[in-house]
């Protein structure tokens, strides 16, 4: 099951308290430190690509730090608790929304520091007080309240109205084996491929609304905000090709506007259901808006080649 957003809480281990004690023969405090509490830390993990083990998982918390002993002993240190994301993780604290992400880069990230243990009462002794009978408790762990969020990291991005022809161009243009078929939304979730070296994403299709939540691209517009090419398809069966662009375009804009700074192509899809002088007219009318449009069809070899050569030389 794909996941690409989820919301757990983390907390830090809370530090050990400190002992109170004295030697056998009561001469003088001998009460160690309390131990630190573990801290929390974020960790990439280039084998996980969902965070669907954080529906059931949303509590996490580090180990707190031990009481400290006799014979000034220190309590041991909490162990430290490490949660794996996959790569393009954003990291959200939810109180201020301070945002850090995971990749190859910045692979461990702290989150939440854990208590100080607290001080043994030999640490309290002086000339005028040379046997405490107290100790410091440890201070408590950090808590935090998360939202993660994962961002699918590839070079060029299908975007489109549903049943537009994303998926079935993937599958011809990389090893990818998406499913197909007649109906909208049959992709529920991005799908990635490779060709000529460059990683592409086919997003669910969008629909009018989408911005204020119908349908279901507008939820994964967050993969195709790191993409360097948008590939906008539009089907060649569309009744009106220029309001089913500036519709898409629209949602984008609502959604994130540094997604329309992008560098976007036009691909006219199914251009074999379809004349030749049909196909000229409805490239002509996006031509004419200023609109950078290549017509397609999966079942045109020259066509698919040319299409992975621009691909592979952006």
């Known amino acids: 099951m794909f996941v690409d957003e989820a919301h757990i809480t983390v907390k830090a281990g809370d530090g050990g308290n400190g002992k109170v004690s004295f030697f056998r023969n009561k001469s003088g405090p001998d009460g ?7 801290d929390v830390y974020a960790i990439f993990d280039p084998n996980m690509t969902t965070l669907s083990i954080y529906l059931e998982k949303r509590e996490l918390e580090a180990e707190s730090g031990g009481m400290g002993d006799s014979n000034r002993k ?12 996959p790569k393009g993780t954003a990291i959200i604290d939810n109180k201020n ?3 850090k992400e995971i990749d190859e880069n910045n692979t461990r990230i702290l989150i939440c520091k854990g208590g100080k243990g607290g001080r043994g009462n030999d640490k309290f002794k002086s000339s005028t007080n040379q046997v405490p009978r107290f100790a410091e408790p440890g201070t408590k762990g950090k808590e935090k309240k998360l939202t993660l969020i994962l961002r699918l990291i590839a070079d060029v991005g299908f975007i489109g109205f549903p049943n537009a022809g994303k998926s079935s161009l993937l599958n011809e243009l990389t090893a990818a084996q998406v499913k197909v078929a007649p109906y909208p ?15 592409i994403a086919d997003i669910p299709g969008l629909i009018e609304g989408a911005s204020t939540g119908k349908g279901l691209g507008i939820k994964f517009l967050k993969h195709i905000e790191k993409v360097r090419l948008l590939l906008h398809c539009i089907s060649i069966e569309s009744e009106d090709i220029l309001h089913d662009y500036e ?5 984008m804009g609502d959604y994130n506007k540094k997604l329309l700074e992008k560098k976007s192509i036009v691909i006219l899809t199914k251009i074999d259901l379809i004349d030749e002088k049909s196909i000229k007219n409805k490239c002509d009318i996006l031509q004419k808006a200023g609109i950078e449009v290549i017509p397609m069809s999966v079942h045109d070899f020259d066509r698919l080649e040319k299409l992975k050569k621009t691909i592979g030389s952006f």
Request: include cysteine; charge should be negative; charged fraction near 30%.
């Open 32 to 38: 160690g430190n309390g131990g630190d509490g573990g």
């Open 74 to 85: 220190f309590g041991k240190k909490g162990a430290d608790l490490e949660f794996k994301v």
């Open 97 to 99: 929304g301070y945002e």
């Open 185 to 199: 939304f049959t992709t529920l979730e991005p799908n990635l491929g490779v060709c000529e070296g460059k990683i």
């Open 247 to 251: 519709s898409v375009r629209k949602e």
